[in-house]
């Protein structure tokens, strides 16, 4: 069993940044993905990284803002979060794909394991 641990949320300013953990243990996790739900919308896709880091993709609203990467040694991904908007305040949850699935990595049934999410807010 594996298991991801999301931290770093917070209040911030407009503007402002923060830097998004997700710790992973009990296991290597391959594919890792961001994702975010707001109050009363459906939970989206916002970035993902392959296991070797080398392949990311981002949602057009938070491309040029948003940055993910992985530190394979401490088996953790970060999503640092630049030039903040009110929009972008959500529950943000880490996603790890271990299965074969034809869902693809924009979708949240593309992925098996989740965290708890952690809370941005965003202050105007």
């Known amino acids: 069993q594996g298991q991801l641990v999301e931290s770093g949320g917070g209040l911030v300013q407009a503007g402002g940044s923060l830097r998004l953990s997700c710790a992973a243990s009990g296991r290597t996790f391959g594919t890792m993905g961001w994702f975010r739900q707001a109050p009363g919308k459906d939970r989206e896709f916002v970035t993902y990284?392959?296991?070797?880091?080398?392949?990311?993709s981002y949602a057009d609203s938070v491309k040029g803002r948003f940055t993910v990467s992985r530190d394979s040694a401490k088996n953790t991904v970060y999503l640092q979060m630049n030039s903040l908007k009110p929009e972008d305040t959500a529950v943000y949850y880490c996603?790890?794909?271990?299965?074969?699935?034809?869902?693809?990595?924009?979708?949240?049934?593309?992925?098996?394991?989740w965290g708890q999410g952690t809370q941005v807010t965003v202050s105007s």
């Open positions: 990284i392959s296991r070797s880091g080398g392949a990311t």
């Open positions: 996603a790890a794909r271990t299965v074969i699935s034809s869902s693809t990595l924009y979708s949240t049934s593309g992925y098996n394991y």
